[in-house]
């Protein structure tokens, strides 16, 4: 089917609908193709499970905050530890991304929907189902999974009927990400305006394709290592069973062979994001539009042959523990381009300091310090020291927490206006950004001194030598974890009212959701707009007139 020919198809089956808005009632959002509604979810949905694996976080912290077994016996913390990391990236980071992708990717590209508006609604449906499954590990005989989420074995299989529970979830959520995937890539290759060619496209798009690619290709990689756990608990195979000729080792090489893309699946998007709303505050085109893009497809090639530096303490050859080193320091390169093309974006721009900007330098400056300490990990024999310690939990909470999540924080303040018709209280706005920004580094950067110190990992109980800085950190996570309840008050305030929102938001936005109403319109773009770039800021889509 020709661009022309699906977007006809899609006017077509908007029109047999009513023009005028969605139905009333709570159906809508059971039956709902709409785009718009199905973002709405995966953001929502993202929200509450960010809640919910952050009340765990809060649990680790508080028994953490002293020594001495307090408020968790050490099984429960373990399923505590192991249902914190599912959720936050099964259920917030990669749900809230989705949302994105799908409130943002047609109006971006001049699409009325995507391309498959009823696997759409499938591929988020799935998702309330596979965590209810999961959720409702707590309450089975033995408890929640408590072996990482990692799901090493043997550690995971020594769980009762939690293991197959935990199993189907994770089927589940693959499936999900995988429906969401070829949906994305069917939308940007096959529903673009006429003349918005793949270089005009904006670099959120951009980043949603890699990731998209990313996506299909590392969810079966998972899939397939929890089948073969999946049949040695049950079906009396030894795949990862040493007493049977398997291996354990092997289920770490294939698990991280999904686990390193699925990094840069949480921190592409992100990057997207950020590419949209440094340039609108700095009041200029990003600099190196194409470098950008070239950057992150690189990014997403070299993620594939880095997995084992998660593993150079297993007993690798030596030549293998060099090859995952150098592909290890190669992937910072790209990297390094995205976080120099951010600085000579702002360098002698007209700078504003509204609360998306505000996240949005946080998060380049501090995902900057993940970068850095990723580096540090990447050097073979100073990992030997640093595994397994709270320096790798600081490090890649830096990279998730101040990277993936200050961005979908960032791209929530900035569309916001867009989407609900009203403008935020500013004010408000950075309150919520101070509070976070101060609170996240009292809680995450005492982390790298506990892990230089020797804190292992996923303990419940610590040497004294520890209390000082475990201390500190969990009145961070305090700090951190209520502050966001401000977010919450933020958005639903918003939603409800206040200043009305003008069509563009921001002055100096540049692209095609800024040319729609605010709030943008249920249908958009039933007929495509034509596109034309801006020739003095390449990488810019312009509707011409």
């Given at each position: 089917?020709?661009?022309?020919q699906?977007?006809?198809?899609?006017?077509?089956?908007?029109?047999?609908?009513?023009?005028?808005?969605p139905?009333?009632?709570?159906?809508?959002?059971?039956?709902?193709?709409?785009?718009?509604?199905?973002?709405?979810?995966y953001?929502?949905f993202?929200?509450?499970m960010?809640?919910?694996?952050?009340?765990?976080?809060?649990?680790?912290?508080?028994?953490?905050?002293?020594?001495?077994?307090q408020?968790?016996?050490p099984?429960l913390?373990?399923?505590?530890?192991t249902?914190?990391?599912?959720?936050?990236?099964?259920?917030?980071?990669?749900?809230?991304?989705?949302?994105?992708?799908?409130?943002l990717?047609?109006?971006?590209?001049?699409?009325?929907?995507?391309?498959?508006?009823?696997?759409?609604?499938?591929?988020?449906?799935?998702?309330?189902?596979?965590?209810?499954?999961?959720?409702?590990?707590?309450?089975?005989?033995?408890?929640?999974?408590?072996?990482?989420?990692?799901?090493?074995?043997?550690?995971?299989?020594q769980?009762?009927?939690?293991?197959?529970?935990?199993?189907?979830?994770?089927?589940?959520?693959?499936?999900?990400?995988i429906?969401?995937?070829?949906?994305?890539?069917?939308?940007i290759?096959?529903m673009?305006?006429?003349?918005?060619?793949?270089?005009?496209?904006?670099?959120?798009?951009?980043?949603?394709?890699?990731?998209?690619?990313l996506?299909?290709?590392?969810?079966?990689v998972?899939?397939?290592?929890?089948?073969?756990?999946?049949?040695?608990?049950?079906?009396?195979?030894?795949?990862?069973?040493?007493?049977?000729g398997?291996?354990?080792?092997?289920?770490?090489?294939?698990?991280?062979?999904?686990?390193h893309?699925?990094?840069?699946?949480m921190?592409?998007?992100?990057?997207?994001?950020?590419?949209?709303?440094?340039p609108t505050?700095?009041?200029?085109?990003l600099?190196?539009?194409?470098?950008?893009?070239?950057?992150?497809?690189?990014?997403?090639?070299?993620?594939?042959?880095?997995?084992?530096?998660?593993?150079?303490?297993?007993?690798?050859?030596?030549?293998?523990?060099?090859?995952?080193?150098?592909?290890?320091m190669?992937i910072?390169?790209?990297?390094?381009?995205k976080v120099?093309n951010?600085m000579?974006?702002?360098?002698?721009?007209?700078?504003?300091?509204?609360?998306?900007?505000?996240?949005a330098?946080?998060?380049?400056?501090?995902?900057?310090?993940?970068?850095?300490?990723?580096?540090?990990?990447?050097?073979?024999?100073?990992?030997?020291?640093?595994?397994?310690?709270?320096?790798?939990?600081?490090?890649?909470?830096?990279?998730?927490?101040?990277g993936?999540?200050?961005?979908?924080?960032?791209?929530?303040?900035?569309w916001?206006?867009?989407?609900?018709?009203?403008?935020?209280d500013?004010?408000?706005?950075?309150?919520?950004?101070?509070l976070s920004?101060?609170?996240?580094?009292?809680?995450?950067?005492p982390?790298?001194?506990?892990?230089l110190?020797?804190?292992?990992?996923?303990?419940?109980?610590?040497?004294l030598?520890?209390?000082?800085?475990?201390m500190?950190?969990?009145?961070?996570?305090?700090?951190?974890?209520?502050?966001?309840?401000?977010?919450?008050y933020?958005?639903?305030?918003?939603?409800?009212?206040?200043?009305?929102?003008?069509?563009?938001?921001?002055?100096?936005?540049?692209?095609?959701?800024?040319?729609?109403?605010?709030?943008?319109?249920?249908?958009?773009?039933?007929?495509?707009?034509?596109?034309?770039?801006?020739?003095?800021?390449?990488g810019?889509?312009?509707?011409?007139?």
């Open positions: 089917m020709s661009a022309n699906a977007h006809a198809h899609a006017a077509d089956s908007i029109a047999e609908h009513d023009h005028h808005g139905p009333p009632g709570l159906l809508r959002w059971v039956f709902t193709t709409n785009h718009k509604d199905i973002g709405t979810l953001l929502w993202a929200l509450i960010f809640f919910v694996g952050g009340a765990l976080a809060l649990g680790i912290r508080a028994e953490l905050f002293k020594p001495g077994l408020l968790l016996d099984h913390f373990n399923q505590f530890t249902m914190h990391a599912l959720i936050m990236i099964f259920g917030a980071v990669m749900p809230a991304f989705v949302g994105f992708a799908n409130w990717v047609p109006m971006m590209i001049g699409a009325p929907d995507m391309a498959l508006p009823r696997m759409n609604n499938w591929s988020f449906w799935i998702l309330p189902f596979a965590f209810t499954l999961l959720l409702a590990t707590f309450f089975m005989p033995g408890g929640a999974p408590a072996g990482g989420w990692t799901m090493y074995p043997p550690l995971v299989l769980g009762g009927s939690n293991v197959a529970f935990l199993i189907f979830a994770v089927h589940m959520m693959g499936i999900s990400s429906m969401g995937a070829i949906n994305v890539i069917v939308t290759l096959n673009r305006a006429p003349g918005m060619t793949l270089l005009r496209m904006p670099l959120f798009v951009w980043s949603w394709l890699i990731t998209a690619f996506l299909i290709a590392a969810m079966p998972l899939a397939g290592a929890v089948t073969m756990l999946l049949t040695d608990k049950f079906f009396g195979t030894s795949f990862f069973n040493a007493a049977g398997g291996d354990p080792v092997m289920f770490q090489h294939i698990f991280w062979f999904f686990g893309p699925e990094v840069y699946i921190i592409l998007p992100a990057f997207g994001i950020i590419s949209q709303i440094i505050f700095s009041r200029k085109p600099f190196g539009y194409e470098s950008m893009v070239y950057a992150t497809a690189s990014i997403a090639f070299i993620s594939f042959i880095v997995w084992a530096h998660h593993m150079f303490t297993v007993g690798m050859p030596l030549t293998g523990e060099l090859f995952f080193m150098y592909t290890t190669l910072a390169v790209p990297t390094g381009v120099f951010w000579a974006t702002m360098w002698r721009g007209s700078m504003t300091f509204e609360t998306p900007m505000l996240w330098i946080a998060f380049v400056v501090l995902f900057t310090i993940g970068g850095f300490s990723g580096l540090m990990l990447a050097i073979t024999p100073v990992d030997f020291q640093y595994h397994d310690t709270y320096f790798v939990v600081a490090h890649f909470h830096y990279v998730l927490v101040t993936a999540v200050f961005a979908i924080i960032a791209g929530a303040y900035y916001l206006p867009k989407w609900t018709g009203h403008n935020y500013e004010t408000l706005g950075k309150w919520h950004f101070w920004t101060i609170s996240v580094n009292v809680l995450f950067f982390q790298h001194f506990l892990g110190a020797g804190m292992p990992r996923r303990i419940p109980d610590y040497a030598q520890f209390a000082d800085w475990n500190v950190s969990s009145v961070g996570a305090f700090v951190f974890g209520f502050s966001q309840l401000l977010f919450v933020i958005v639903v305030q918003t939603i409800r009212g206040g200043k009305k929102a003008t069509d563009q938001v921001w002055e100096g936005a540049e692209g095609l959701e800024w040319t729609l109403a605010s709030p943008a319109p249920y249908h958009t773009f039933e007929q495509p707009p034509s596109i034309k770039e801006d020739s003095a800021h390449p810019t889509p312009l509707p011409a007139h």
